[in-house]
């Protein structure tokens, strides 16, 4: 109220030097007087007229970034809460991905050591597969070479006897084997069947 009041004695002082500023009129004095008359009267005319549209537009713009300023404070106030929880759960994550790499090389070194323990099952059951299957052929050579070595016998044996051995050789031989079966045959117990 204080400025309007300021303002209603501005425009009567000015309108009470009008007349006297009006009566000099050397080089347009009185011109820019007027000028400044209008000028005041309607600084006056847009205080009065305006002032409560004026205020109010202020006092809403005031709320209004008062608002926005609150919100900023808000978001801000969220934006470092969430910033401390992504912190938090990049700390996880660092972690969660170190627990992942220490089971991914204690797999792998589990899967290396098993993969190791069936190749040396492998190999010793090759290993004694093969070992089986020589002895299996060395025995089956041992046969085949007595098998042969007794044919040479016989054979040599055959191929000796029948150049050393003469007819009466022979006869005797005969006569002999004839023997052997008849004291055979005489040994016999006899049945009750009687003779024939």
């Avoid at 009566?23 to 400044?36: F, I, K, N, Q």
């Avoid at 220490?102 to 069936?118: G, M, T, V």
């Avoid at 052929?137 to 046969?143: G, W």
């Avoid at 016998?153 to 029948?162: M, V, W």
């Amino acid at each position: 109220m204080s400025a309007l009041r300021f303002l209603t004695a501005s425009l009567a002082l000015l309108l009470a030097a009008a007349p006297a500023l009006a009566a000099s009129d050397e080089h347009g004095e009185s011109t820019l007087v007027w000028y400044s008359i209008n000028f005041a009267i309607l600084v006056v005319v847009l205080v009065v007229v305006a002032r409560k549209p004026i205020r109010t537009f202020f006092a809403d713009r005031r709320d209004e970034i008062s608002g926005e300023i609150n919100s900023a404070s808000e978001m801000l106030n969220e934006a470092e809460v969430r910033y401390a929880e992504l912190q938090r759960k990049l700390v996880e994550l660092d972690n969660e991905l170190e627990a992942l790499r220490a089971a991914s090389r204690e797999r792998a070194n589990a899967q290396r050591d098993r993969i190791l323990a069936d190749a040396r099952a492998a190999a010793e059951r090759i290993k004694a597969d093969a070992t089986a299957a020589v002895e299996r052929e060395v025995v089956r050579a041992r046969e085949q070479l007595r098998l042969e070595a007794s044919e040479l016998a016989i054979e040599l044996a055959g191929g000796r006897l029948s150049s050393e051995i003469t007819e009466a050789d022979r006869d005797r031989l005969v006569d002999e084997f004839i023997g052997r079966i008849e004291d055979t045959r005489s040994m016999r117990p006899s049945g009750g069947g009687g003779s024939r």
